[in-house]
């Protein structure tokens, strides 16, 4: 009997301790996961242990411990060894980063298995601080080794999971602007939500404030001069406030751990809800789960910050006696996120009309894909494969292949390229 494809799931994977959240359907609300010989610890350390005897593999806090106590060697670092594109030794075997990430995955993954046990995964998330090329990719290559497709995965960037755990939160918590101040290894950042209700879609933005410079984690660990801390944080605070109208703020990293901050964060709830926590990101990944697999939510809203795209792309095509839209690209999506492919018929044409629109303004503009040399002969004997991918959140590129028309017209194989810019 095949496991019922049930869980939706949060995974917030960051080079020094990951989360996992599932949803619970009862509650209408992500759980956190934990390690399964640590019933209080919600915060998974992202490395492995390889044991010096049995040459077997464990994670997390048992791997630290291992060794610690002198009995297995520690791989820690996972994730920069991925950006890096680097390769290290363990007992003369080499291993890649994305290796070391499909053994990760697959210890993490057991935990669910071994909680429900008759049910496997509908839809996971993954949420990483900065997506890049490197780190898809390799996440890609793992989740295949681990039988999970594409269509069961998604990867979208903490901003993202921000939002969507914002948004998923009570009305009364998002009446204005939302605020988050997220201080971890790379220091403190602000990053501001704002609601356009005005709109249709309702557009939702965000404007992020870099104060790493101001306040690192450094600063934190090795100052004996807490009140400094303080006061550096305080100015923080109103610097990036100020003039707002702000009806939650949220705190979260491993910065806000101890309750250095605690007497301040108490003086910003007048007129604000304040909430402090780690779990942010994982449960909005979770959220992110549930709005992609079973229950849109928030399809009212679209989401523009810095990686989504802010048109929408498309053709109009003859089909089913009738004249029809075909999106290439949605606007409101991540650019990494965004690839299209299908195919079209021509029809006594020999180049194709892409329609670019606008989102914000509703503007509409065209570009013409000349198609030099393709043969059309008996008419509606061309058949084109269109593929849509992004390099930026303003740069498309669309490739045209010809595909042939059985085996009486076979395809040239010419590809035509062409670059848009948003």
């Excluded at 003086?267 to 994982?282: A, T």
Aim: proline residues 2%; charged residues 25%; negative net charge.
């Amino acid at each position: 009997m095949e496991d019922e494809q049930k869980l939706l799931v949060g995974f917030d994977l960051c080079n020094d301790y990951s989360q996992i959240a599932c949803y619970n359907y009862k509650t209408f609300e992500p759980e956190s996961i934990c390690e399964e010989k640590n019933k209080e610890q919600y915060l998974i350390p992202t490395v492995l242990g390889v044991t010096n005897k049995e040459k077997e593999w464990v994670y997390g806090q048992e791997a630290i411990k291992l060794a610690n106590l002198n009995g297995a060697y520690l791989v820690t670092d996972i994730i920069e060894l991925i950006e890096k594109n680097e390769e290290i030794t363990i007992y003369d075997v080499n291993f890649t980063g994305t290796d070391l990430l499909e053994r990760f995955l697959r210890k993490c993954l057991i935990i669910l298995k071994k909680i429900y046990p008759n049910e496997s995964i509908l839809k996971i998330v993954f949420t990483l601080k900065a997506p890049n090329s490197l780190l898809r990719e390799a996440l890609h290559i793992a989740l295949s080794n681990l039988g999970i497709n594409e269509d069961r995965f998604y990867i979208q960037s903490h901003t993202q999971s921000y939002l969507y755990y914002a948004l998923s939160q009570r009305k009364e918590l998002w009446t204005n602007d939302i605020g988050l101040f997220d201080f971890d290894e790379s220091g403190m950042n602000y990053i501001q939500i704002s609601i356009n209700r005005n709109s249709n879609p309702i557009i939702v933005g965000t404007k992020y404030k870099d104060f790493s410079n101001q306040l690192t984690y450094h600063m934190l660990t090795e100052s004996s001069n807490l009140d400094e801390i303080r006061y550096i944080f305080e100015d923080i605070t109103k610097t990036a406030l100020n003039k707002q109208i702000i009806s939650t703020i949220y705190m979260t990293g491993k910065g806000f751990e101890d309750n250095w901050a605690d007497d301040l964060i108490a003086s910003l709830c007048v007129g604000r809800r304040i909430f402090k926590g780690q779990n942010l990101y994982v449960k909005g990944a979770c959220y992110t789960a549930r709005e992609l697999a079973i229950e849109s939510k928030l399809k009212n809203f679209l989401f523009l910050t810095d990686e989504m795209v802010d048109s929408d792309i498309l053709m109009r095509v003859y089909y089913d006696a009738g004249i029809v839209e075909v999106t290439l690209a949605s606007a409101g999506n991540p650019w990494y996120n965004i690839e299209s492919c299908f195919d079209i018929i021509l029809d006594d044409e020999q180049e194709i009309e892409v329609i670019i629109r606008n989102i914000l303004n509703g503007n509409e503009t065209s570009q013409i894909i000349a198609l030099e040399g393709i043969v059309n002969e008996p008419n509606k004997t061309a058949r084109v494969q269109l593929r849509t991918k992004f390099e930026d959140n303003k740069t498309c590129i669309i490739a045209v292949k010809d595909q042939g028309f059985g085996e009486f017209y076979p395809s040239s194989n010419r590809i035509w390229e062409q670059m848009i810019y948003l």
